[in-house]
């Protein structure tokens, strides 16, 4: 194996805890869970690189309507294992005469996601120890989702169907809210960045446009780079290949000569070999705003649906007007009632202004996610529209949807009739707790459409408080619930439609121009 292969990874660049545990969930759901002896085998580059106790005392309502505006974090606050690596494992070049195990930073620097991945897992098949501490950090935060035709006995469950297209989420027994709290983890945060306008719109660049039969329509951006560490200089050239399906990310050797980049970019898809590129110009804005709608994913709209204990039908439960102080209560909890008119933040599809949508919503900012919530009860209700069709208009076009009841009754997904929701995450009042607590308790389930994976945190049985604790829970779960909802082969077959059209118009535009 090569010295490149058995690099240290540099976890200032990147969450190794959060890598870990998407590739420990991807593993353990391709192989079945047959187990801990069967979860880390020999897989090759194709396998690695597949895409892939409350114990604190609740605030108050008064204290969380009025609590102070959050600040924007980073994507992850999962405990980062990178001083532990680092002193127990890095070792220099100087320190080793072989330089086997040398800590490289600039060689992890130039890998992309895929390659990053195997380089930890080879890493850490050398290393027992730090990986079975992941493996049991990583486990920790995996659910378990099981078809439904696998349940005895459904009383004590939220979610109920015999849709065999849905898996449901088991609450865990054995874990607490606070366990979870300490490895919370926003999965695949690279996903989320913006890298062309981070790292190439604003360098003299060159953009390379071309359309083969089997890719498809391709725009590359290509710069040319020099890094300057330890007082020494390293040219490299920084790539972006958008094809139909994604946007790769690469670095190549340093080159004068934009054919010989050419070459090099070449070799990294087999598609690419027989293409003839021709240079853009003027669609650095172009490519911006294809960035903007295919790759930032931090601006969330989410769907949230009272249901009362007799409704068992779609038009019954968008057709309620009055709530419950449990549910105001809720959405106190997970974000702040805004007025819509004049409103300057993410308005995930609401009319900003003329109250058309509705006077007021729900919003909260969360790990530099902004999210607007879609409140059934919020949005305008008309008698005469018998299937409320202008609440549906939105929640039927949300990709999850949070159910909220303020009875532990069963909730059945197959009731709604949507084809855009995937992922319904239902919440309801634990009555006998609650008396008990002297203060709101939560129970919680989830569920996905066939192709969604389970996603973290997982669900404690024990019930969970109404307070900021359970918000950070609860978010988290959207924002991991929503990802894997885009993962599911319908959209990604939407999602590649939109890219052919956007690209392939582009092209078509600049080069016959």
């Given at each position: ?27 353990k ?61 890095s ?11 040398g ?26 120890d ?34 065999e ?104 898809d ?36 009272y ?38 933040g ?11 949508t ?7 900012e ?14 305008p209700?008309?008698?005469g ?68 994976e389970?996603?973290?945190p ?41 890219r ?8 078509n ?5």
């Amino acid at each position: 194996m090569s010295k490149m292969a058995d690099t240290i990874p540099d976890t200032e660049d990147e969450d190794l805890l959060n890598l870990f545990i998407h590739e420990t969930v991807r593993v353990k759901k391709k192989r079945n869970r047959k187990g801990l002896s069967d979860l880390f085998g020999n897989h090759g580059e194709k396998d690695a690189d597949e895409k892939n106790n409350n114990s604190r005392v609740p605030a108050s309502r008064t204290a969380l309507k009025n609590r102070p505006r959050r600040k924007k974090r980073g994507l992850s606050s999962a405990p980062r294992p990178s001083s532990k690596i680092k002193k127990e494992y890095s070792l220099s070049t100087e320190d080793d005469e072989s330089g086997e195990l040398g800590y490289k930073k600039q060689h992890w620097e130039r890998l992309d996601i895929g390659k990053k991945k195997r380089r930890l897992m080879s890493y850490l098949d050398k290393h027992e120890d730090l990986k079975r501490e992941l493996t049991e950090t990583a486990l920790k935060a995996m659910p378990v989702w099981i078809n439904p035709n696998d349940i005895e006995n459904y009383d004590d469950m939220l979610i109920y169907t015999t849709n065999e297209n849905y898996t449901i989420e088991i609450a865990d027994e054995n874990t607490t809210l606070e366990e979870q709290l300490g490895i919370l983890t926003i999965l695949e945060p690279e996903s989320d960045l913006l890298y062309y306008k981070s790292h190439i719109s604003q360098k003299e660049h060159v953009n390379l446009a071309s359309e083969g039969e089997e890719i498809g329509p391709v725009i590359i951006s290509v710069v040319k780079e020099i890094r300057r560490s330890d007082g020494s200089k390293q040219a490299f050239t920084r790539v972006i290949i958008r094809t139909i399906s994604n946007d790769r990310w690469l670095f190549i050797p340093a080159t004068e000569k934009t054919s010989n980049a050419i070459r090099e970019i070449k070799q990294a898809d087999h598609r690419l070999q027989d293409l003839s590129f021709k240079k853009l110009s003027g669609v650095e804005d172009e490519l911006l705003n294809f960035e903007e709608m295919f790759q930032k994913r931090n601006n969330l709209r989410v769907g949230v649906l009272y249901r009362k204990s007799d409704q068992f039908e779609e038009d019954e439960m968008y057709s309620n007007v009055e709530t419950s102080d449990y549910f105001k209560e809720f959405l106190e909890v997970i974000g702040d009632e805004v007025e819509l008119e004049g409103f300057q933040g993410y308005s995930g599809g609401l009319n900003t202004t003329s109250n058309v949508t509705g006077t007021h919503s729900i919003y909260t900012e969360y790990e530099e996610f902004n999210i607007m919530f879609h409140v059934s009860t919020y949005l305008p209700y008309q008698e005469g529209d018998t299937q409320r069709l202008e609440r549906k208009r939105h929640l039927g076009n949300d990709v999850l949807v949070i159910v909220f009841q303020d009875e532990g009754i069963n909730f059945d997904p197959s009731w709604m009739n949507t084809e855009m929701t995937h992922v319904y995450i239902v919440i309801s009042v634990d009555e006998n707790l609650t008396k008990e607590a002297g203060e709101t308790v939560y129970r919680v389930s989830s569920c996905g459409k066939e192709g969604a994976e389970p996603f973290c945190p997982k669900i404690p049985a024990s019930g969970l408080r109404a307070n900021e604790d359970f918000r950070k829970f609860i978010l988290t779960k959207v924002i991991n619930g929503q990802k894997s909802a885009l993962k599911t082969e319908s959209f990604k077959a939407r999602n590649a439609r939109a890219r052919e059209q956007m690209l392939r118009s582009i092209v078509n535009e600049h080069i016959n121009k």
